[in-house]
């Protein structure tokens, strides 16, 4: 629901600055060849996301990372592009994050696990290790998109084209307590391609407004866990098709 209001709330502008083109003048804002666009996107989370497993188990398993658009939360993004002719343009996007936690010891207790809460009344309880963790990311895509102009509609134009598309995620943890069977770690990367349609509309000479669909996609997915050093890796993919999804508004400038 929250993609569908979305949606309505960026088409709505563009049907009534449409109607208002068609009454006033019809200075042409559309785009030519040498161009640059910077657009701000909502749609759906693309990111790959993996954490890694707890390397004290005897047993693992492993379910390949869901790539469902319906099953991601909203994101808010950026797309730029380049008309290297006046109907062609070239699109780029991605993001990367890192993040680092420190780890601490553990803090043993006095707590006998094997004995009654009467027994252990009194007893100070232990503290496990933070985990040394780290997690990096990152999402890159590129694509192509023809437009066609609409002669009845000044600076609406339609576009469809193809994107493809990389995310990787690694997430690494390690215990200082004499439990842990050392570092674990967990990756994860999506390959995806896509056919896009959309519709631009040119509101000002530098400003336009904009939705996409993905008429379909494919994407790739592989998760591989290490649990613990010196095993093999404990993978899992899986292949995901689409059809009509990740809707994606957008408000964009061009230079």
């Given at each position: 629901?929250?993609?569908?209001?979305?949606?309505?709330?960026?088409?709505?502008?563009?049907?009534?600055?449409?109607?208002?083109?068609?009454?006033?003048?019809?200075?042409?804002?559309?785009?030519?060849?040498?161009?640059?666009?910077?657009?701000?996107?909502?749609?759906?989370?693309?990111?790959?996301?993996?954490?890694?497993?707890?390397?004290?188990?005897?047993?693992?398993?492993?379910?390949?990372?869901?790539?469902?658009?319906?099953?991601?939360?909203?994101?808010?993004?950026?797309?730029?592009?380049?008309?290297?002719?006046?109907?062609?343009?070239?699109?780029?996007?991605?993001?990367?994050?890192?993040?680092?936690?420190?780890?601490?010891?553990?803090?043993?207790?006095?707590?006998?696990?094997?004995?009654?809460?009467?027994?252990n009344m009194g007893e100070v309880p232990g503290?496990?290790?933070?985990?040394?963790?780290?997690?990096?990311?990152?999402?890159?895509?590129?694509?192509?998109?023809?437009?066609?102009?609409?002669?009845?509609?000044?600076?609406?134009?339609?576009?469809?084209?193809?994107?493809?598309?990389?995310?990787?995620?690694?997430?690494?943890?390690?215990?200082?307590?004499?439990?842990?069977?050392?570092?674990?770690?967990?990756?994860?990367?999506?390959?995806?391609?896509?056919?896009?349609?959309?519709?631009?509309?040119?509101?000002?000479?530098?400003?336009?407004?904009?939705?996409?669909?993905?008429?379909?996609?494919?994407?790739?997915?592989?998760?591989?866990?290490?649990?613990?050093?010196?095993?093999?890796?404990?993978?899992?993919?899986?292949?995901?098709?689409?059809?009509?999804?990740?809707?994606?508004?957008?408000?964009?400038?061009?230079?």
């Amino acid at each position: 629901m929250k993609i569908t209001r979305l949606l309505l709330l960026a088409v709505m502008p563009m049907v009534c600055l449409t109607a208002n083109a068609q009454h006033g003048g019809k200075k042409d804002f559309t785009p030519k060849k040498g161009d640059f666009t910077l657009a701000a996107t909502v749609g759906y989370n693309s990111y790959a996301s993996v954490s890694a497993l707890p390397g004290t188990m005897a047993n693992y398993e492993a379910a390949a990372l869901s790539t469902n658009w319906s099953d991601k939360k909203l994101m808010v993004g950026f797309e730029a592009g380049w008309f290297f002719n006046d109907l062609w343009k070239l699109n780029l996007g991605g993001g990367l994050n890192f993040t680092n936690n420190p780890g601490y010891s553990a803090v043993p207790g006095t707590m006998d696990e094997n004995a009654s809460a009467e027994d252990n009344m009194g007893e100070v309880p232990g503290y496990r290790a933070v985990a040394d963790a780290q997690s990096f990311s990152y999402n890159v895509f590129a694509g192509v998109d023809r437009y066609f102009k609409m002669k009845n509609v000044p600076n609406l134009m339609w576009y469809t084209g193809l994107r493809v598309g990389m995310a990787y995620a690694q997430n690494q943890m390690k215990y200082d307590e004499y439990e842990s069977m050392g570092k674990s770690v967990g990756e994860s990367w999506n390959l995806r391609g896509s056919v896009t349609m959309g519709i631009d509309y040119f509101v000002l000479p530098a400003m336009y407004v904009g939705a996409q669909i993905d008429p379909f996609s494919y994407t790739y997915n592989m998760t591989a866990y290490k649990p613990q050093e010196g095993l093999s890796n404990l993978d899992a993919d899986s292949h995901n098709f689409s059809f009509l999804s990740a809707p994606t508004i957008k408000i964009g400038f061009k230079f």
